[in-house]
């Protein structure tokens, strides 16, 4: 069994000397204890108005990169001012203010940082480094900036507003290779997703022959020399296409589940985003489509790191709380020509105007993943 030894707060110590020192001053009248009073008080004061006049030079402005990742260290950056000509500033912590309007608590877990020194009319940073929780935006208001130096017995605080709201973008996991190369490699999605790009009449190269294959794109002669069907590549074959629709239409209280359905719900957008990454790692156009909110910006196909950060802060402004609105028969006559991926929280009847896709539910987000678990950056 191990001990652990812990120090004991100046100011508790400095309330103990100040009771076995005060009997002895008052009632005794010895000059020793009464000195050691004074003393006491005095040191007390000086604390006091030193941290008020360092913190009134002191301003600090937060600092914000870029959008957070749940399962990720977020690091915020803060720059610390000091104003006065003459004053110093010692020991400064630096922590972020929870109100009523403020919702970063619900996306974070606590965080503060501590600056050793800041001199006179000097700039310094320092940083904070917070742990996200969960997916969705995270509003700040306050930033409470403190000290107790030089002896720690009083604290003196400052709070200074900069309202900013932090994307947290949801958990993405790593899933292996083989859920989405079934997609593209066979049947008819796949057939039909690698069908793209076959126009014009230059010689570009020579390919396996694949389902769907006309006769007048079969280059006979090569066949022959080299004993298997080959078809004429007439064209730069253009990359794979998938579409993920994320089926959200049934609101939380009907989901067909006895767990805990709000966690079900974020599995699932949890999956969706997964998907999105592992896609484009395997160099494929993926597309966002989002059953049950409108989400504008996500039906075009891209293979890019940029467009793989759109769809991902799509999916981080999803509001669950807010009403479901129906399927649209718009959204589901724009899901051809590409391969279909439907992701639900529960199991449900397939979507009648795509039952040939593939279906997957939120329960199977850790059976998609690999072995070694691990987070990825999109």
């Known amino acids: 069994m191990q ?27 010895k000059n020793l204890p009464m000195w050691l009073f ?3 008080v005095v040191t007390m004061v000086m604390t006091f108005v030193w941290t008020k006049i360092v913190l009134r030079g002191i301003s600090v402005r937060r600092i914000i990169l870029e959008p957070a990742k749940v ?5 915020v950056r803060y720059e610390v001012k000091n104003i006065s000509r003459w004053i110093a500033g010692f020991s400064l912590w630096i922590e972020e203010q929870q ?10 877990r606590k965080a503060r940082g501590w600056i050793m020194e800041v001199g006179a009319g000097e700039t310094v940073h320092g940083e904070a480094i917070f742990w996200p929780t969960s997916r969705g935006e995270a509003t700040f208001q306050f930033v409470r900036i403190t000290t107790s130096f030089p002896f720690g017995m009083v604290r003196s605080s400052k709070l200074i507003r900069q309202d ?42 020579l390919r396996e022959l694949v389902g769907g294959d006309r006769l007048g794109d079969i280059a006979w002669k090569a066949s022959a020399r080299r004993g298997e069907l080959v078809c004429i590549q007439r064209s730069k074959p253009a990359l794979p296409r998938v579409r993920i629709v994320l089926d959200l239409t049934t609101p939380t209280s009907a989901l067909n589940w006895e767990s805990d359905l709000r966690k079900l719900e974020e599995d699932a957008i949890s999956l969706c985003a997964s998907l999105v990454v592992e896609a484009v790692r395997q160099e494929q156009e993926v597309a966002l489509s989002v059953l049950g909110f409108s989400i504008q910006g996500v039906d075009s196909f891209h293979s890019s790191q940029r467009h793989v950060s759109r769809l991902l802060s799509s999916l981080a402004r999803i509001q669950l709380d807010n009403t479901r609105e129906p399927i649209q028969l718009r959204a589901l006559a724009s899901m051809k020509q590409s ?40």
Request: aromatic share 10%.
């Open 164 to 205: 900013v709201v932090v994307l947290v973008k949801p958990e993405v996991k790593v899933l292996r290779p083989s859920v989405l190369n079934a997609i593209v490699s066979s049947g008819p999605l796949g057939q039909r997703s690698n069908r793209r790009g076959r126009g014009g009449d230059d010689f570009f190269g």
């Open 71 to 75: 399962g990720e260290p977020y690091v």
């Open 339 to 378: 391969g279909l991926v439907v992701i639900r929280p529960d199991r449900s009847e397939p979507i009648r105007s795509i039952k040939d896709a593939w279906y997957f539910t939120a329960s199977q987000f850790k059976e998609l993943q690999r072995s070694a678990e691990r987070s990825v950056s999109a």
């Open 3 to 29: 001990k652990h030894t812990k120090s004991i707060h100046p100011t508790i110590v400095f309330v103990v000397l100040l009771l076995l020192v005060a009997p002895s001053a008052f009632f005794q009248g």
């Open 99 to 108: 109100t009523k309007d403020s919702t970063w608590q619900k996306h974070f």
């Open 38 to 40: 004074g003393a006491m």
